[in-house]
């Protein structure tokens, strides 16, 4: 399938919108648009359910996370430092992401920490659009193919694919777990664009992604 390219708020919303229903049982939604998501480089390990970029800076916040909340980065390391800083800063932006929807705030400083721009309000909308249906998300993530393309000392962008096979929706009040049957949906392509800030890190600009990409199949 082709990747559509879309403003970073309107794929990310849409993504929002199918991420709920698609996780619901329901089959309405675009099939092209995705929800945002993170990246590393090595091999396939699990993290940490309360990650923490402190290891990268100390400046960095520190995400808390549930414990029903696990991913895993395939590949982890590339040996080249820049490309593995860009690679870390958006593992924990999806990290915070996910934080942010569990506290049910748009607005979660860790969130903020990590997008920029277009990326900050994306986010913020990507959240909202959980608070208002009063869901939350549980399970395990595989983020994998993971490649970063370095265009200046400031600015980069990568592509990965995600397995959400394993990744629900929850309704809060309930605990109830929308499951929907693993099909080819349940693979998604992702293309970000990041930038460094003055403090170093490479905060999210822009992100599209294509739910049931041919180059993401198992």
């Known amino acids: 399938m082709k990747r559509r390219s879309l403003p970073v708020a309107a794929a990310l919303v849409a993504s929002a919108a199918l991420l709920l229903t698609a996780c619901g049982g329901d089959d309405s939604g675009s099939k092209d648009n995705d929800k945002i998501a993170g990246a590393d480089t090595g091999s396939e390990t699990p ?3 309360t990650a923490s970029a402190s290891a990268a800076s100390a400046d ?3 995400i808390e996370l549930p414990s029903d909340l696990a991913y895993t980065f395939t590949p982890e390391g590339t040996g080249d430092a820049v490309k593995d800083a860009v690679l870390k800063d958006n593992a924990e932006m999806i990290r915070a992401l996910d934080a942010a929807i569990v506290a049910q705030n748009p607005r979660l400083p860790a969130l903020e920490f990590y997008t920029e721009g277009e990326g900050a309000v994306a986010a ?19 983020y994998f193919d993971r490649q970063v393309t370095i265009s200046s000392k400031e600015s980069a962008s990568l592509t990965y694919c995600a397995d959400e096979s394993k990744g629900f929706s929850k309704v809060i009040k309930t605990n109830e777990i929308k499951k929907t049957p693993v099909s080819k949906d349940s693979y998604v392509a992702y293309g970000v664009q990041v930038q460094k800030n003055k403090d170093g890190v490479w905060e999210t600009l822009k992100i599209q992604s294509t739910r049931g990409a041919d180059g993401c199949q198992p």
């Open 47 to 49: 993290a940490s359910p």
């Open 60 to 62: 960095r916040p520190k």
């Open 124 to 142: 913020q909308q990507w959240v909202k659009a959980f608070t208002d249906a009063k869901w939350t998300v549980t399970g395990t993530v595989r």
